[in-house]
Every structure is written in C-alpha cells, then in structure tokens.
Nanobody
C-alpha cells in the first residue's frame, strides 16, 4: 500500500517561511495532479495549491503570491514553499497525489504561525 510521508511543518513567527515536502513510499503511475490541502480546527479541509502533471498550477486566493507548489512526477514528490506566513495559515497541511488509480493522502503535518 502506498503511503505519502510529509515533513517540514512546525512553529514559525508571522512573516516567516516554511517548506513542506511529501514523498510516496512506492511508485505511483499515471499521476493526474498533486496538491496540498489544509484544515484548521473547526473548518473544512480546503485546497491550498495544485500542480497538474503538465506543470500547470492553481492556488487558493488567500495564498497566491506567497506560496509556491512544485512537483516531480517521476520521483512522486511534491513540495510547498510558504513565505510571508500569517497566523491564519495555521492548520494541518495534507498532501494528496491523484492518479487514474485513485487518490493518496498524507497523514498531515502541523503548521503553526504565531509570535
């Protein structure tokens, strides 16, 4: 069974940066897209950023210009560079890889933005 392993979360001050990484434990074929979601306490999980197999990207309005998603289909890795972090970015962040065979999710990594 494929597992996605995330890393890079933590505590950071407002205005700071973090880089999240996600890697698959086994090869995933026929990837459609890779994405990062987040879920804050009491809120629904929301899409933060997505990158297609062709390299096109989409971002939530709230993170556009601050976050950058990158991915490597061959290595089955996806990263999220987060700059100019704000307290409202505090959430558990989840990576997801979507292939023609199904969706794979990470276990989540906590990002806390606080002074």
């Amino acid at each position: 069974q494929v597992q996605l392993v995330e890393s890079g979360g933590g505590l950071v001050q407002p205005g700071g940066s973090l880089r999240l990484s996600c890697a698959a434990s086994r090869k995933i074929s026929s990837i459609t897209n890779m994405a990062w979601f987040r879920q804050a306490p009491g809120k629904q999980r929301e899409l933060v950023a997505l990158i297609t197999s062709g390299g096109s990207t989409n971002y939530a309005h709230s993170v556009k210009g601050r976050f950058t998603i990158s991915g490597d289909n061959a290595k089955n890795t996806v990263s999220l560079q987060m700059n100019s972090l704000k307290p409202e970015d505090t959430a558990a962040y989840y990576c997801r890889i979507l292939s023609v065979f199904g969706a794979y999710w990470g276990q989540g990594t906590q990002v806390t933005v606080s002074s």
